[in-house]
């Protein structure tokens, strides 16, 4: 035993650079490996993550909620990839209480929706009572419609009507036969989307409906 240790220091004497540069390596080696088993699960985790992002694009079908001025509101199941138009058309177009222009000016038909997307498609009272403001940074989408001269004219005729959704009390008390207590009436039961509402919902008599009608509106 004592003869191999002898032959051992002997030779570690005589290899001892050999043996320092093999110890080196093996340790460059070692810590190499831990580096590379680091990297091998990060990048495991990543394409875990991707393929989850991938799996849920994928997704064959989305559910969005429209409602507002449609014509039949509630929540829709489309395919993956619809667009707006899609959900619109889903739930059989707009009502006649839809503001159109608004809804050209500031809606993206082409737009693609996402699921458990809420879609709102605002009255036109809602518009003139200021609830929903112009977007401007969309305004590139514009709208269609364009007023006819006919149109043009009927709307600078008609600057003293009285938009019974969005009106003060002080405007209603000028209208004859209206006084404070049937002015505090009508705004407390809008909105309306005929003015023969306020004749159905009892709020004035067929008289003073008759005196007022040409002087009133719901838009």
């Given at each position: 035993?004592?003869?191999?240790?002898?032959?051992?220091?002997?030779?570690?004497?005589?290899?001892?650079?050999?043996?320092?540069?093999?110890?080196?390596?093996?340790?460059?080696?070692?810590?190499?490996?831990?580096?590379?088993?680091?990297l091998?699960?990060?990048?495991?985790?990543?394409?875990?993550?991707?393929?989850?992002?991938?799996?849920?694009?994928?997704?064959?079908?989305?559910?969005?909620?429209?409602?507002?001025?449609i014509?039949?509101?509630?929540?829709?199941?489309?395919?993956?990839?619809?667009?707006?138009?899609?959900?619109?058309?889903?739930a059989?177009?707009?009502?006649?209480?839809?503001?159109?222009?608004?809804f050209?000016?500031?809606?993206?038909?082409?737009?693609?929706?996402?699921?458990?997307?809420?879609?709102?498609?605002p009255?036109?009272?809602?518009?003139?009572s200021?609830?929903?403001?112009?977007e401007?940074?969309?305004?590139?989408?514009?709208?269609?419609?364009?007023?006819?001269?006919?149109?043009?004219?009927?709307?600078?005729?008609?600057?003293d009507?009285?938009?019974?959704?969005?009106?003060?009390?002080?405007?209603?008390?000028?209208l004859?036969?209206?006084?404070?207590k049937?002015?505090?009436?009508?705004?407390?039961?809008r909105?309306?989307?005929?003015?023969?509402?306020?004749?159905?919902?009892?709020?004035?008599?067929?008289?003073?409906?008759?005196?007022?009608?040409?002087?009133?509106?719901?838009?």
């Amino acid at each position: 035993m004592e003869i191999n240790l002898n032959n051992f220091f002997s030779l570690f004497k005589k290899y001892k650079i050999e043996i320092f540069l093999i110890i080196i390596s093996l340790i460059i080696a070692f810590i190499s490996y831990l580096i590379y088993s680091q990297l091998s699960s990060d990048s495991d985790i990543e394409i875990t993550e991707s393929e989850n992002n991938q799996t849920a694009f994928k997704l064959n079908t989305i559910v969005v909620d429209i409602s507002g001025a449609i014509n039949k509101p509630g929540v829709y199941e489309l395919k993956n990839g619809s667009r707006i138009n899609d959900a619109i058309k889903k739930a059989q177009g707009l009502t006649e209480e839809a503001d159109i222009n608004y809804f050209y000016r500031n809606f993206n038909l082409s737009a693609y929706l996402f699921d458990q997307e809420k879609i709102y498609i605002p009255y036109i009272w809602e518009i003139n009572s200021g609830i929903f403001v112009e977007e401007t940074r969309i305004l590139n989408y514009l709208s269609p419609f364009t007023l006819s001269r006919n149109e043009s004219d009927l709307i600078v005729n008609n600057t003293d009507i009285i938009n019974i959704n969005t009106c003060l009390s002080k405007e209603l008390e000028d209208l004859p036969g209206i006084g404070q207590k049937t002015a505090q009436k009508v705004i407390e039961n809008r909105p309306y989307k005929t003015i023969d509402e306020l004749l159905s919902k009892k709020i004035i008599n067929q008289n003073i409906f008759e005196n007022i009608k040409e002087k009133i509106s719901v838009q």
